[in-house]
């Protein structure tokens, strides 16, 4: 039984022979981890907003990936010196795949940016640029496959039940943040500078959004059961869909 997940595309245009020519893509690290994972991964392109419902009735379950920062003016905020990479075509897309996913109770993992859009997304916002607030670099990009700090996990979240622990070392490739938790999340983990590095939503163990990004360490058994967690509830939407026949093949 492989459960379909939506990975969130990260657009990016690239020189071909035919010119500057846009690619909808998904690092390898992110479509490994859902294969390893028992799922089979799909990339959803950036296109209309609405036809996000549509998307979301041919994949059982929704992985939202990283980039760049969200428009300051999402979170009602001016852009700092150290923006970079705003995305307003991504934005309305991902905004709209988080909404239509958590009002249905769809299961989610959200990372590194993906986690600041559901923040946003749900009426909280961001830290502009992190060292300025807390003196801490957290955007360790020479060290991309390796905890480079402690996060400290709340015992009873769905992320603790994941990773099978309470404290774990992330790496860390971001220089924006959580500021204030939307109203109806929870924060479930924080760096040692109390950066939130995690938030869920009560009631709902289908929703983690995490601010490092457990794909690129592969090699970490913990890390890996994020994607773990994703699948097999991706595999609950799918059997109460009927998407499955007795073989476990998919039936549509």
Not at 187 to 198: G, I, Q
Request: charge should be negative.
């Amino acid at each position: 039984m492989r459960p379909v997940i939506g990975i969130s595309a990260f657009p990016r245009t690239v020189e071909t022979a035919l010119g500057p020519t846009l690619l909808h893509t998904a690092s390898r690290h992110y479509v490994e981890s859902v294969v390893r994972a028992g799922g089979l991964p799909v990339i959803l392109p950036i296109v209309d907003p609405d036809e996000v419902p549509h998307a979301l009735q041919v994949v059982h379950g929704l992985l939202v990936t990283g980039g760049g920062d969200v428009q300051p003016s999402r979170y009602h905020a001016q852009p700092v010196a150290e923006t970079r990479a705003v995305d307003p075509r991504r934005d309305a897309f991902d905004f709209r795949l988080l909404q239509e996913a958590i009002d249905a109770d769809f299961p989610v993992l959200a990372t590194c940016r993906g986690m600041q859009v559901m923040n946003v997304a749900l009426g909280g916002s961001l830290v502009a640029h992190v060292p300025a607030s807390t003196g801490h670099d957290h955007d360790r990009v020479d060290r991309w496959h390796e905890g480079v700090h402690r996060v400290k996990l709340e015992p009873d979240s769905h992320l603790a039940e994941a990773l099978g622990c309470t404290e774990v070392f992330v790496n860390s490739l971001h220089h924006q943040a959580v500021l204030e938790p939307a109203p109806g999340t929870r924060s479930v983990a924080w760096a040692e500078d109390e950066t939130v590095e995690a938030i869920e939503i009560p009631g709902s163990p289908h929703v983690v959004a995490v601010q490092w990004h457990p794909e690129l360490m592969e090699d970490l058994p913990e890390q890996q059961g994020l994607f773990r967690q994703l699948v097999e509830h991706a595999g609950e939407v799918a059997k109460t869909r009927g998407d499955y026949r007795d073989d476990g093949v998919v039936a549509r």
